[in-house]
Nanobody
Framework: VQLVESGGGLVQPGGSLRLSCAAS????????MGWYRQAPGKERELVAH???????NYADSVKGRFTISRNNAKNTVYLQMNSLKPEDTAVYYC???????????????WGQGTQVTVSS
């Protein structure tokens, strides 16, 4: 299973970016997908999480500014980031909890990360 992220880059404070993450490979189902981020010198933290049933969970620091969504047919998750702040600067990682066979167990997979830099 591979997760390929795209959409990172440099943006000014107050700007917007949209991240995408597409999962491919041997996939029977995906129970949940989400985004995490890691800033220099800090631990990786949850940004947003979306279950296959549509339940969402956001970090308090991004509530009202970020929106997670998913295209189940394409095994793709998106993160729309608005009103970006310098403190949002980090490497953003996609995470997917994948079941590879009908009788298999759930396994967590990670993307390679995409850099988001918010600076004037």
């Amino acid at each position: 299973v591979q997760l390929v992220e795209s959409g990172g880059g440099l943006v000014q404070p107050g700007g917007s970016l949209r991240l995408s993450c597409a999962a491919s490979g041997s996939i029977f189902s995906i129970n949940a997908m989400g985004w995490y981020r890691q800033a220099p010198g800090k631990e990786r933290e949850l940004v947003a999480h979306l279950t296959s049933g549509g339940r969402t969970n956001y970090a308090d620091s991004v509530k009202g500014r970020f929106t997670i969504s998913r295209n189940n047919a394409k095994n793709t998750v998106y993160l729309q980031m608005n009103s970006l702040k310098p403190e949002d600067t980090a490497v953003y990682y996609c995470n997917a909890r994948v079941v590879r066979t009908p009788t298999g167990f759930e396994t967590a997979y990670w993307g390679q990360g995409t850099q988001v830099t918010v600076s004037s």
